[in-house]
């Protein structure tokens, strides 16, 4: 039986992170740890 997906969000070094829970597996929203960075093209390199 799949599970319902579940979002909730941790602060770290002041930035918000996204993270979903789905069938007892997290995943990190890396677009909202880097673009905090601005001017900087981190997702890209």
Known sequence: ML???KFSI???Q???ISI???N???YI???DMVKSREG???IRN
């Open 3 to 5: 599970e319902m997906k």
């Open 20 to 22: 979903a829970t789905e």
């Open 40 to 42: 900087e093209d981190h």
């Open 29 to 31: 929203c890396l677009t």
């Open 10 to 12: 941790i602060t770290v």
């Open 24 to 26: 007892n597996d997290d």
């Open 14 to 16: 002041n930035v918000q």
